[in-house]
């Protein structure tokens, strides 16, 4: 819990942890999930994972806000992993971090299974649920990452929703959305907030597919101004759907 008590300080991890509710019973709330670090009002700082791995997280949060490993940040992440566990939210959801408020997140992988869930859920990602500024990084996602809203939005395997730089990443992981209007839903990112955000040398190979009858905006990458990427991921839904983009002919040197 030193992390949540000095949130200003720099942390480095030196060894692999299992944080699953029967090996840190102090670190959870009543229902036995894990309590994210940092808020808006206290963003975490910053930590070097070394490349080691968190394992068993899990979170079961219907309607929580900045769900994630941690919360919200506003400093660098990197070199980080989550290696297994469930993360299951509201808005802004993401398995490293719910919500970035500046800094960077680099070199971080997911393998949990990341999961939103109410009628309106939004910006839910297997690293990042809403990136509202800084850049994301050298990133991927392997674990699946799902929304069953009715209108649920901004679904992505990297990133949800963003309003800044997304470089160098990818998702594996299986991307599904199955409320009848799900909208803004990519193998990389979801949603790009701004026209100057950029998404560049990113691809995608994991299926990326919304079922309901009136979803929208669907793409092997995602959705704004993208660069030099690709996407080998099957891609569904029902209007707007790409290969690349969900909604945007300015797609150099993609495929």
């Given at each position: 819990?030193?992390a949540?008590?000095?949130?200003?300080?720099?942390?480095?991890?030196?060894?692999?942890?299992?944080?699953?509710?029967?090996?840190?019973?102090?670190?959870?709330?009543?229902?036995g999930?894990?309590?994210?670090?940092g808020?808006?009002?206290?963003?975490?700082?910053?930590?070097?994972?070394?490349?080691?791995?968190i394992?068993?997280?899990?979170?079961?949060?219907?309607?929580?806000?900045?769900q994630?490993?941690?919360?919200?940040?506003s400093?660098?992440?990197?070199?980080?992993?989550?290696?297994?566990?469930?993360?299951?939210?509201?808005f802004?959801?993401?398995?490293i971090?719910?919500?970035?408020?500046?800094g960077?997140?680099?070199?971080?992988?997911?393998?949990a299974?990341i999961?939103?869930?109410?009628?309106?859920?939004?910006?839910?990602?297997g690293?990042?649920?809403?990136?509202?500024?800084?850049?994301v990084?050298?990133?991927?996602?392997?674990?699946?990452?799902?929304?069953?809203?009715?209108?649920?939005r901004?679904?992505?395997?990297?990133?949800?929703?963003?309003?800044?730089?997304?470089?160098?990443?990818?998702?594996i992981?299986?991307?599904?959305?199955?409320?009848?209007?799900?909208?803004?839903?990519?193998?990389?990112?979801?949603?790009?907030?701004?026209?100057?955000?950029?998404?560049?040398?990113?691809?995608?190979?994991?299926?990326?597919?919304?079922?309901?009858?009136?979803?929208?905006?669907?793409?092997g990458?995602?959705?704004?101004?993208?660069?030099?990427?690709?996407?080998?991921?099957?891609v569904?839904?029902n209007?707007?759907?790409g290969?690349?983009?969900?909604y945007?002919?300015?797609?150099?040197?993609?495929?």
């Amino acid at each position: 819990d030193l992390a949540r008590g000095n949130p200003s300080s720099y942390f480095k991890i030196i060894n692999n942890i299992d944080i699953s509710p029967s090996q840190y019973n102090l670190l959870q709330d009543a229902s036995g999930s894990w309590k994210p670090i940092g808020t808006t009002s206290v963003p975490f700082k910053a930590v070097n994972g070394a490349g080691f791995s968190i394992s068993g997280i899990y979170i079961n949060n219907s309607s929580g806000y900045y769900q994630g490993l941690f919360g919200v940040t506003s400093g660098d992440v990197k070199n980080l992993g989550i290696s297994s566990g469930t993360v299951l939210g509201y808005f802004e959801t993401g398995g490293i971090v719910g919500r970035t408020s500046g800094g960077t997140v680099t070199n971080c992988y997911n393998a949990a299974t990341i999961i939103a869930v109410g009628a309106s859920s939004q910006a839910t990602a297997g690293i990042v649920g809403y990136n509202l500024a800084g850049v994301v990084t050298y990133c991927f996602n392997a674990g699946a990452v799902m929304a069953t809203g009715a209108s649920s939005r901004q679904i992505a395997g990297v990133v949800g929703s963003k309003n800044a730089t997304l470089t160098d990443s990818y998702n594996i992981g299986a991307i599904t959305a199955t409320g009848s209007g799900s909208s803004y839903v990519g193998g990389v990112v979801g949603y790009i907030g701004t026209s100057t955000s950029t998404v560049a040398r990113c691809h995608n190979s994991g299926t990326v597919i919304a079922t309901g009858a009136s979803s929208s905006y669907i793409g092997g990458i995602g959705n704004g101004y993208v660069s030099d990427s690709y996407n080998t991921g099957n891609v569904s839904g029902n209007t707007y759907v790409g290969g690349i983009t969900n909604y945007n002919s300015n797609v150099p040197n993609c495929y």
